[in-house]
């Protein structure tokens, strides 16, 4: 799917119960954080779990291919959807890595409306228009294939 990384590639086991796989990124929409044919490691949940903006794997019924994005929302965070297009996590405006207000576009913060409240599920979030909890909803743990650090040059 165009405008949407995802994930090909072989496997390492590292320890019985940490499994990291290398692969490269195709598609776009983390373009400036993740690049087209970005070599990743990718720590499946044996090796811990994903922190906040770290970048979560997981699969889609709308991508032929597991699909990254960066991690927004835990259960049990609050999320508020603001009149301007932007949105809070707990209370605190959500800035892009490149220190700018995080806006919603279009139908993106009209989905995302119906996800306002106490979070139940994982909010992840891509560049508007791709395959993220915009559009297929919260993530539940099991959903969630594993993540790469925000520092993905790791």
């Given at each position: 799917?165009?405008?949407?990384?995802?994930?090909?590639?072989?496997?390492?086991?590292?320890?019985?119960?940490?499994?990291?796989?290398?692969?490269?990124?195709?598609?776009?929409?983390?373009?400036?954080?993740?690049?087209?044919?970005?070599?990743?490691?990718?720590?499946?949940?044996?090796?811990?779990?994903?922190?906040?903006?770290?970048?979560?794997?997981?699969?889609?019924?709308?991508?032929?291919?597991p699909v990254i994005?960066?991690?927004?929302?835990?259960?049990?965070?609050?999320?508020?959807?603001?009149?301007?297009?932007?949105?809070?996590?707990?209370?605190?405006?959500?800035?892009?890595?490149?220190?700018?207000?995080?806006?919603?576009?279009?139908?993106?913060?009209?989905?995302?409306?119906?996800?306002?409240?106490?979070?139940?599920?994982?909010?992840?979030?891509?560049?508007?228009?791709?395959?993220?909890?915009t559009r297929v909803?919260?993530?539940?743990?099991?959903?969630?294939?594993?993540?790469?650090?925000?520092?993905?040059?790791?």
């Amino acid at each position: 799917m165009s405008g949407t990384p995802a994930v090909v590639s072989a496997s390492n086991a590292v320890g019985d119960d940490c499994l990291v796989t290398e692969t490269t990124v195709k598609g776009t929409s983390l373009q400036g954080l993740l690049w087209a044919d970005q070599l990743i490691k990718i720590y499946g949940l044996g090796c811990g779990f994903p922190e906040r903006y770290d970048y979560v794997v997981f699969r889609s019924d709308e991508a032929d291919l597991p699909v990254i994005k960066q991690l927004w929302g835990q259960p049990g965070d609050t999320l508020t959807v603001l009149d301007n297009g932007r949105f809070e996590i707990n209370d605190t405006e959500a800035r892009t890595p490149f220190n700018k207000p995080y806006r919603l576009l279009g139908s993106a913060r009209t989905r995302l409306l119906k996800l306002v409240g106490r979070l139940d599920g994982y909010l992840v979030l891509g560049h508007p228009g791709s395959v993220d909890s915009t559009r297929v909803g919260l993530l539940s743990k099991a959903d969630i294939l594993g993540y790469v650090l925000k520092n993905s040059s790791d």
